[in-house]
């Protein structure tokens, strides 16, 4: 039994040597820990007490286009389907698919011996109609001349003045006759109704055209001028009215899928009269000469709108803005190299510049990069000046850009 309990105390014994051991090396990490760790933070450059190196650059006037971006769809001004207005056999077709061609051109032809036909028996029908017409004229003039002399009744004047005008209307419907016939002869000579592209010819020349015929002939489509319809949202409108009503011409820039090749540019010219309000927007439609033809029939391309352009507006890089408690704010670094939270107002945005509405002065120096290290007083340190406010160009003007605008 004594046995037993020795054996224990010894077991108990290594445990609690052991556990000593272990809370020794704890504390030997702990402490080189804590001696080293002010160098590795002053060799990092991360000491808080010590100057933060930043990038800077300088408020400055200039000009910044407000602007809406938009999906658009080119849509010809007119698409037209060239149907026959008779029946008859096409004889010839004088276009190539995908023919430019003027209004007038000629296109196809129909068979216009029916008609020629047609136009002589009206023509033969209105000459024999107008020579008994003559003849009946002439007898009333006989007769109205034989009962001023009472050698007639006057029933025998009043009924050959009847037929006189019998005569006069069969005349004036053979007329018609004779132009309607004129007219299908205009019919089988088919012309452009507009200028434009030629599409695909739905019928071969030989077959017989009926006015039934669902697909007509071929298409036109106006490529010159071409326009493109697009919407946006119903809160732009009042701003867009503005400009319009002031009699401006808004211009507008048509780009590729990916924003970045410009296709077009244009004018809008005419504004949809209600909003649609499963969508709450409205329609617009932009107007573009497309003399190069890059704007093609339902092709869809990126809209840029230039609404408005704030002039002599104080710009800064968008890297210089920050958002945190005190809403969107800018530090401005003040003459002893330290810095201060300065609380901004934003208006409108190109490209990689934001317009400052309210908050900073022309040439406020301010903080574009680093600024994720930086309180309120911190010490910064310039590595580089720089030499030109980011973002302008050597008039001091913006860089254009084509991103959406907004505040």
């Known amino acids: 039994m004594a046995d037993k309990d020795d054996d224990t105390t010894t077991k108990r014994g290594g445990i609690l040597g052991r556990l000593i051991w272990i809370i020794i090396i704890v504390a030997v990490i702990g402490a080189l820990v804590w001696i080293l760790q002010p160098y590795s933070v002053q060799k990092n450059g991360r000491n808080n ?65 029916p008609y020629q036909m047609a136009l002589e028996q009206a023509e033969g029908a209105l000459t024999r109609d107008q020579a008994l017409l003559k003849e009946a004229q002439v007898d009333l003039e006989r007769y109205q001349k034989l009962w001023k002399q009472d050698s007639i009744a006057k029933q025998q004047v009043d009924l050959q003045e009847s037929l006189v005008h019998q005569y006069e209307g069969a005349v004036q419907a053979d007329q018609g006759q004779v132009d309607t016939q004129k007219l299908n002869l205009v019919y089988c000579h088919i012309t452009a109704p507009v200028s434009g592209r030629v599409g695909i010819r739905q019928v071969d020349q030989g077959n017989y055209v009926q006015t039934s015929d669902a697909n007509g002939l071929v298409t036109i489509t106006e490529l010159q001028p071409i326009t493109v319809i697009f919407t946006l949202p119903e809160d732009d409108i009042p701003q867009i009215m503005k400009r319009l ?31 649609d309000t499963t969508t709450g927007t409205i329609k617009f439609r932009a107007q573009f000469e497309n003399q190069d033809n890059t704007l093609f029939p339902n092709q869809f391309v990126n809209i840029e709108l230039l609404v408005d352009t704030l002039k002599d507006v104080i710009i800064v890089p968008s890297a210089a803005i920050q958002r945190g408690a005190p809403g969107t704010f800018v530090y401005l670094v003040k003459d002893d190299n330290t810095v201060t939270v300065k609380p901004v107002k934003l208006g409108p945005s190109q490209s990689d510049n934001v317009a400052v509405t309210d908050g900073l002065a022309e040439s406020d120096k301010i903080v574009i990069d680093g600024a994720d290290k930086l309180r309120e007083g911190s010490k910064i340190t310039l590595p580089t000046e720089n030499s030109a406010p980011a973002g302008s160009d050597s008039d001091g003007q913006t860089k254009k850009g084509h991103k959406k605008s907004g505040p």
């Not at 002031?246 to 924003?259: E, K, P, V, W």
Request: glycine residues 8%; proline residues 4%.
């Open 49 to 113: 007490n010590g100057p933060m190196p930043v990038s800077t650059t300088v408020a400055h006037k200039g000009n910044i286009d407000v602007t809406e971006n938009a999906l658009g769809t080119v849509t010809p001004l007119a698409n037209i389907t060239v149907r026959t207005q008779i029946n008859g056999q096409l004889q010839e077709i004088a276009f190539q698919e995908g023919q430019d061609v003027k209004q007038g051109d000629f296109l196809a032809q129909i068979d216009p011996r």
């Open 245 to 275: 009503n002031a009699g401006a011409a808004l211009q507008t820039t048509a780009y590729d899928r990916t924003q970045r090749t410009k296709l077009a540019v244009g004018k809008m010219i005419s504004v949809d009269n209600q909003i």
